[in-house]
């Protein structure tokens, strides 16, 4: 059963920062690659970013890209989401996820982040 819990969420005016940290056993970070996502109220799951675990490779959503740095810290088995210049819109509740094959199959429980205007 893989393990991922998030934390760092929180409340920020717009135009800030916020990093958000995905702690993950030892087994699903060397097993998994990883990534982030976010649901705000009403709406569905969206991914945000994801980080290879071979060769740290990223990818992002185009919402975020420029605003927002994916990273991992393989000794921790940590992955981070470092974002910037955040949105009202940017207000949701974040997750950590493994990808198994094609599909993100494991989730942690969530940050929330609220952006305020």
């Known amino acids: 059963q893989a393990q991922l819990a998030e934390s760092g969420g929180g409340l920020v005016q717009a135009g800030g920062s916020l990093t958000l940290s995905c702690a993950a056993s030892?087994?699903?970070?060397?097993?998994?690659?990883l990534g982030w996502f976010r649901q705000a109220p009403g709406k569905e799951r969206e991914f945000v970013a994801s980080?290879?675990?071979?060769?740290?490779?990223?990818l992002y959503a185009d919402s975020v890209k420029g605003r927002v740095t994916i990273s991992s810290d393989t000794a921790r088995k940590m992955v981070y989401l470092q974002m910037h210049s955040l949105k009202p819109e940017d207000t949701a509740m974040y997750y950590c996820?493994?990808?198994?094959?094609?599909?993100?199959?494991?989730w942690g429980q969530g940050t929330q982040v609220t952006v305020s205007s």
């Open positions: 980080i290879s675990r071979i060769d740290k490779s990223t």
């Open positions: 996820a493994a990808r198994v094959g094609a599909q993100y199959t494991y």
């Open positions: 030892e087994l699903t970070f060397d097993s998994y690659p």
